[in-house]
């Protein structure tokens, strides 16, 4: 593992925070790209990049520390700013990010739903970028195994262990395809690839789980409130993928 992925100077480059620079930057510029074909200005993608970006650091850190160790961020609160060296959990980013991200859709007048369409395997691709991240730092490694693939991570222990990381990086770009070949198909609504990317997410890391060492949340018996969150939010994406399908004239119920 490489935490620190080089040093100029005195300036230490955490590999957590490069590999997130380098996917939201790579998920920028395909976006564009793509913003571009449809005859739009771009502008509106560097502004939704921005307020995500930001309001989503803010929700990951939040959550992390609210969820995973609270009294030492009280006991240490200037140590809540340093984001690059990790702590971030992904469900708090992407909560906070999507409601600032609709909002300023709604104020701008953006069509909501065309907007998430495209940046659906944009997300996905700097989502798999960022993983690389978390693998050269260590963290969100999996559980002890004898696989012939499995990885000794130095800064945990001497075991053999399931490098979900990789699992993650791997779901991720494949979401991407099959995102990319719906689109190039035709898809057939609009929410279409925004609920699929949410339904596909939901289910590789619902697998990916199953062989990820899960630290203890603060409280215990919080785990148990986030699994049954999580079955809520899986239940409600399937409802509006089904939802807007119906609407569509594509689904029948």
């Given amino acids: 593992m490489?935490?620190?992925?080089?040093?100029?100077?005195?300036?230490?480059?955490?590999?957590?925070?490069?590999?997130?620079?380098?996917?939201?930057?790579?998920?920028?510029?395909?976006?564009?790209?793509?913003?571009?074909?449809?005859?739009?200005?771009?502008?509106?993608?560097?502004?939704?990049?921005?307020?995500?970006?930001?309001?989503?650091?803010?929700?990951?850190?939040?959550?992390?520390?609210?969820?995973?160790?609270?009294?030492?961020?009280?006991?240490?609160?200037?140590?809540?700013?340093?984001?690059?060296?990790?702590?971030?959990?992904?469900?708090?980013?992407?909560?906070?990010?999507?409601?600032?991200?609709l909002i300023y859709l709604f104020r701008v007048r953006i069509p909501i739903l065309t907007f998430l369409d495209l940046a659906a395997p944009a997300t996905a691709l700097g989502y798999g970028i960022a993983r690389f991240g978390c693998f050269m730092n260590g963290c969100c490694y999996g559980k002890v195994t004898t696989v012939p693939w499995g990885v000794v991570f130095p800064v945990i222990d001497g075991a053999t262990r399931h490098p979900t990381q990789l699992y993650s990086i791997l779901s991720s770009f494949l979401i991407f395809i099959i995102l990319l070949w719906i689109k190039r198909r035709g898809a057939r609504f609009r929410g279409q690839l925004f609920s699929l990317a949410l339904i596909l997410y939901g289910l590789s890391r619902s697998v990916i789980e199953l062989f990820r060492e899960n630290t203890q949340l603060s409280g215990g018996s919080m785990e148990a409130s986030m699994a049954a969150l999580s079955i809520a939010a899986f239940g409600g994406i399937i409802y509006l993928f089904l939802f807007l399908a119906k609407r569509r004239g594509v689904l029948r119920l």
Wanted: hydrophobic share 55%.
């Fill in 2 to 101: 490489r935490e620190v992925l080089f040093q100029i100077g005195g300036l230490r480059i955490f590999s957590y925070g490069f590999f997130v620079a380098v996917g939201i930057l790579v998920a920028t510029i395909w976006l564009v790209q793509q913003v571009k074909k449809e005859g739009k200005s771009p502008d509106v993608v560097i502004d939704t990049v921005l307020i995500g970006v930001i309001a989503g650091i803010i929700g990951a850190r939040l959550f992390y520390i609210f969820l995973y160790e609270p009294e030492y961020y009280l006991a240490n609160p200037l140590r809540i700013l340093y984001t690059w060296e990790g702590g971030l959990a992904f469900y708090g980013g992407l909560l906070l990010g999507f409601v600032c991200i």
